[in-house]
């Protein structure tokens, strides 16, 4: 039982465009939503996180969206680079941190 | 800087045989967790570990054992290999628990053939 649903599962995204991630958790008692990246043969590294309290969370060109009634959280990233092409968890935490599936971003020169 | 350091970085096992991987850190962090990553699945928590002495069992516990002797050192073991196993492995730490950022390794890949 999966308790933090990602999607999509791959995003091709054009340089200059915007990626969006969305997650969805079920627990209302999470209370720590980060996003990781992952480079191939790499371990995942922290980009950027929120707490339920604020709904918008920036640093530099990424973005977590946060709405708390329906359960769900996103991920943008403005001008999308190359660079930027990785896998993206999303994850959930109370006692234990919930990854989400992944996404693997392609950004097309 | 070191940061979380895992060993091996591969491994091939016949089913039934067991091993040991390590987890090392050197950021005086409190929390370490043993991670399975799987294709389409995300990352999965195995074990994890609140501090020297402490350990307790996350989503996927079955088939595996871990120990916490020292603060800096989180080992896993599995006992009796399954092919089930085979996998990438991730360990991380903390310094507050899993509501501060997590610091992971590079990985082992696990083959149980």
């Known amino acids: 039982q999966q308790q933090v649903k990602q999607s999509p599962q791959s995003l091709i995204v054009q340089k200059g465009g915007i990626s969006i991630i969305n997650c969805a958790y079920e627990?209302?008692?999470?209370?720590?939503f980060p996003w990781y990246q992952q480079f191939p043969g790499k371990g995942p590294a922290l980009l950027i996180a929120?707490?339920?309290?604020?709904s918008e969370k920036k640093e530099g060109r990424f973005t977590i969206s946060f709405n708390k009634s329906a359960k769900q959280f996103s991920l943008h990233i403005m001008d999308s680079q190359p660079g930027d092409s990785a896998t993206y968890f999303c994850?959930?935490?109370?006692?234990?941190?919930?990854f989400g599936a992944g996404t693997r971003l392609t950004v097309k020169p | 800087n070191a940061g979380v350091t895992q060993t091996p970085k591969f491994r091939v096992l016949k089913t039934g045989q067991s091993m040991t991987l390590l987890c090392a850190q050197d950021m005086n962090h409190e929390y370490m967790y043993w991670y399975r990553q799987d294709p389409g699945m995300g990352l999965r928590l195995i074990h994890y570990s609140v501090g020297e002495g402490t350990t307790a069992k996350g989503e996927v516990p079955d088939g595996y054992n871990v120990s916490r002797l020292k603060k800096q050192n989180f080992l896993l073991g599995l006992e009796s290999a399954a092919p089930s196993q085979t996998s990438v492995y991730f360990c991380?730490?903390?310094?507050?628990?899993?509501?501060?950022?997590?610091?992971f390794g590079q990985g082992t890949r696990l083959t149980v053939v």
């Open positions: 627990n209302t008692a999470f209370d720590y």
């Open positions: 994850a959930a935490s109370l006692h234990d941190m919930r």
């Open positions: 991380a730490s903390s310094s507050q628990g899993t509501d501060t950022e997590a610091f």
């Open positions: 929120i707490r339920p309290d604020v």
